[in-house]
């Protein structure tokens, strides 16, 4: 049964929903017999610990998960993300606190307090023989500067990919016969996921502790803002590329190019491997493929290249912004990170020569760090960016619509598309995605997209979690909570404080790309902000440039092409110039 034909028959689940389930003991509501009963294997539980950079404890909080799989080409954990791709695995979870070795985690068909995606009840899984796996999400109890107590994920150089995430904790899989009326299957959480990196002595495996060479350098940095608001030391970091002859001119100083993206290991367990040709970030000194040749030869443009890195306990990147959920990453940037940079790196320390380009999320940061700090950076060259105008947030207006996954008329209802193929099939419905979060995580601790906007631009709630801007099971939006995001909506701030923006923005120091066909839809929120900005006088110049084809993050322009031509945006609007 689909997830939207279940939602009359899990209200019981709203109440439910956050809420910690005791691991020793099963639900009220369970009197059958379970369907999993997960355990920790001795000695696990501080391991874990001590891999995450916390004390060392016997006792766990987090989310336990069961996902199962017809499939036995991988771990059903690393098929995903779990429900949405063609062969990923159905998962179900459950929040646990105080659990140790001994405890028993048991999993009943009836319980209200597990959810799962694309089934949501364990009800709904049919009789048959499967691969199954435990998984355990481990959390870290954070006393928060602002008074609030949260229990969070805290990623370490793995992206936030839950099921890659340092310190969380795996079973092994077992082939079983899976019926209603059968034994409960017995699984154990034996394995803790270690660094995907050494960490250096006296170091963090935050942010990662990717392989160094002559042009790839790492800049780690402890932020006494991020630590004195998480209760903890926290850091962030940039993987910088030099210019070839960086070395051979000693008192030459360059340019700077920041390129925002998600951390490296968000959607692969193999940093940067796999991943499309949408960023020049991927450059090899052994020079093995064209554009690391083209970048070590005499023509390249004389640049260095910087890649912010903030994964944190909501999601793999801050969007560096401030924010009253994941802290003061706008000022870390602009305050810390870029100072620090310049400290370590033979930069030019002018606005002129500081330029910014993404794409999607890492498009979103450009514009937004351009918008905000115009006398920071230079200029910044914008590619599919997450919304940037949010009465177009996918297909829907979040300051009007009532429900994010259905439009509604008086008669009909039908499910609202978050994401298309390149065909302009829907592969994913707005109710889809949320579900899936909701299966990963309870108080947006998911971390994945949605979540993330709600950590990131949504406001705080009472019990110091994110205040969601939906309801994750119905859809129903709280227009209360909405009132937050307006601070980062960019088509809406820019029209407030045009008189004072613009100047500080001419000189096409916003210029945009997006494909018409694009899979998020994001090409819909440029051309509203297009035609907002074209409202104003004076009138703009920002560049708004669509193609026809293409997807998500597709261009015509090459990396390289893009790089010359902003090092040749930066001379042209340079002093001497």
């Known amino acids: 049964m689909s997830i939207q034909g279940k939602l009359p028959a899990l209200g019981a689940i709203l109440g439910a929903f956050g809420i910690l389930c005791a691991p020793t003991a099963p639900s009220a509501a369970a009197t059958s017999t379970p369907a999993f009963i997960v355990t920790l294997a001795r000695g696990v539980a501080a391991q874990s610990h001590t891999t995450a950079e916390q004390p060392p404890s016997e006792v766990l909080d987090g989310r336990v998960y069961v996902i199962v799989s017809r499939h036995a080409n991988m771990e059903p954990r690393l098929q995903g993300p779990p429900g949405m791709d063609m062969d990923a695995a159905p998962i179900w979870g459950i929040d646990v606190d105080g659990v140790q070795s001994g405890s028993r985690i048991e999993l009943h068909r009836n319980d209200p307090g597990i959810y799962g995606f694309p089934l949501a009840s364990l009800q709904d899984l049919p009789d048959g023989q499967y691969f199954v796996q435990a998984f355990m999400n481990v959390y870290e109890t954070f006393r928060r500067s602002d008074g609030s107590v949260v229990k969070l994920h805290m990623p370490c150089g793995d992206g936030h990919r839950i099921m890659w ?3 969380n904790i795996y079973s092994d899989v077992k082939k079983v016969s899976v019926s209603h009326g059968g034994e409960p299957v017995e699984l154990e959480l034996a394995h803790v996921i270690p660094p995907h990196d050494p960490t250096p002595p006296g170091g963090t495996c935050q942010q990662g502790n990717s392989p160094q060479s002559q042009h790839i350098q ?9 630590s004195r608001f998480w209760g903890r030391p926290m850091y962030v970091a940039a993987r910088v590329i030099l210019p070839a002859d960086y070395q051979a001119r000693p008192n030459a100083r360059y340019p700077v190019i920041l390129w925002m993206d998600h951390h490296p290991r968000a959607y692969s367990k193999d940093e940067r491997h796999g991943v499309s040709n949408a960023n020049f970030s991927v ?3 052994n020079g093995e493929d064209s554009f690391s040749r083209w970048w070590l030869g005499p023509d390249s443009p004389k640049v260095i290249i910087v890649e912010p890195l903030s994964e944190n306990p909501y999601y793999d990147t801050s969007y560096w912004v401030n924010s009253p959920n994941v802290g003061p990453y706008g000022d870390v940037l602009t305050q810390e990170l870029i100072p620090e940079l310049n400290r370590r790196f033979r930069t030019i320390n002018a606005s002129w ?10 498009g979103w940061m450009a514009a937004a760090a351009q918008v905000w700090n115009p006398d920071q950076f230079g200029g910044a060259f914008v590619f599919a960016p997450d919304i940037v105008d949010l009465r177009s947030l996918w297909l829907m207006n979040l300051y009007e619509d009532k429900n994010a996954f259905w439009n509604q008329t008086e008669w009909r ?5 978050y994401f298309r193929d390149n065909f302009g099939n829907t592969v994913a419905t707005e109710g889809d995605w949320a579900h899936l979060e909701l299966a990963m995580g309870t108080k947006d601790r998911s971390g994945e997209y949605f979540d993330w906007q709600d950590a990131t631009w949504g406001p705080q709630g009472t019990d110091g979690y994110p205040l969601p801007r ?7 939006v709280d227009h209360s909570a909405v009132q937050q995001y307006r601070k980062y909506d960019l088509g809406e701030y820019l029209e407030g404080h045009w008189a004072a923006a613009e100047p500080k923005l001419r000189g096409s120091r916003l210029q945009f790309f997006v494909t018409e066909d694009d899979n998020y839809y994001t090409n819909l929120a440029l051309h509203r902000l297009q035609h907002r900005l074209e409202k104003l006088t004076p009138a703009p110049d920002a560049q708004f440039n669509y193609f026809t084809s293409g997807g998500h993050c597709h261009s015509p322009i090459t990396n390289e092409q893009l790089l010359e031509r902003m090092a040749r945006f930066m001379t042209e609007h340079s ?3």
Request: charged share 25%.
């Open 575 to 577: 002093p001497k110039h």
């Open 283 to 285: 450059f090899r000194e």
């Open 413 to 417: 209802q039908w499910p609202r598309p």
């Open 218 to 226: 790492l800049m780690k940095l402890k932020s006494e803002r991020l």
């Open 470 to 476: 939906w309801n994750p099971l119905t859809g129903e």
């Open 353 to 362: 020569a500081r330029t910014l380009t993404g794409c999607s999320s890492g």
């Open 165 to 167: 995430s340092t310190g």
